[in-house]
């Protein structure tokens, strides 16, 4: 057994962290620019891709996350393509989160009355502008509660990743407890900075939510 006094586990851990936030960071933003594809691709105009839309989304959402990341670490090596753990794990959680972003947004634009469709047609808009300049506009501004909250549960949901090896701050407390046999202080540590991590965004979530205007 190694000997680690608290000070040395919590700031292993701080450290560690680092990485779980980077990675939370890319696969939201990397989320939110897919999901703006596959909800244009769900609210199209056309069958195929609306088809196409709500199958990506039921695939992602209907398949555990744990198997996704598998099928990125272990299956893309034996199609000929090397990665790495951080890639596997980005790559997972971002089209993870894709799926959910562009079905939250596909809820918020249809929250809006057809009337919206309309004023932007009046005024000589094409679908795409309309989208961009009336539509989404206010579909984020509905959904951004839902939206924050989905980023409390990502920012979780990074914990699977050291399953695959990446070294977020789950694996760098396994390793820790394996050195040190605390698992109630090193694991009571990773349950605290995740809550420091969470319970931020939850509260502005539930701020957003009050703030909401009614539709």
């Known amino acids: 057994m190694i000997e680690f006094t608290f000070w040395d586990i919590l700031r292993n851990l701080i450290f560690a962290t680092r990485w779980t936030a980077l990675l939370s960071a890319v696969a939201f933003t990397g989320g939110a620019a897919v999901g703006l594809a596959i909800l244009a691709a769900r609210i199209s105009e056309r069958p195929w891709l609306r088809r ?57 634009v249809e929250a809006l009355p057809r009337g919206q469709w309309d004023a932007g047609a009046s005024l000589g808009l094409h679908r795409l502008q309309e989208l961009r300049l009336v539509i989404l506009p206010q579909a984020f501004a509905i959904t951004r509660p839902a939206a924050v909250g989905f980023l409390v549960q990502l920012i979780k949901s990074t914990a699977l990743t050291s399953i695959i090896g990446f070294e977020e701050l789950l694996r760098t407390a396994n390793a820790i407890n394996n050195a040190t046999f605390e698992p109630f202080t090193v694991y009571g540590l990773v349950a605290v900075i995740f809550f420091v991590l969470c319970y931020p965004l939850t509260q502005y979530a539930r701020m957003l939510e009050r703030r909401a205007p009614a539709h």
């Open 52 to 108: 196409f839309g709500s199958g990506y989304i039921a695939l992602f959402q209907g398949t555990p996350l744990l198997m996704q990341l598998f099928l990125m670490f272990f299956g893309l090596p034996m199609l000929g393509f090397r990665i790495e753990p951080w890639t596997a794990a980005a790559l997972g959680l971002t089209f993870y989160a894709s799926a959910y972003l562009a079905e939250i947004w596909r809820g918020g």
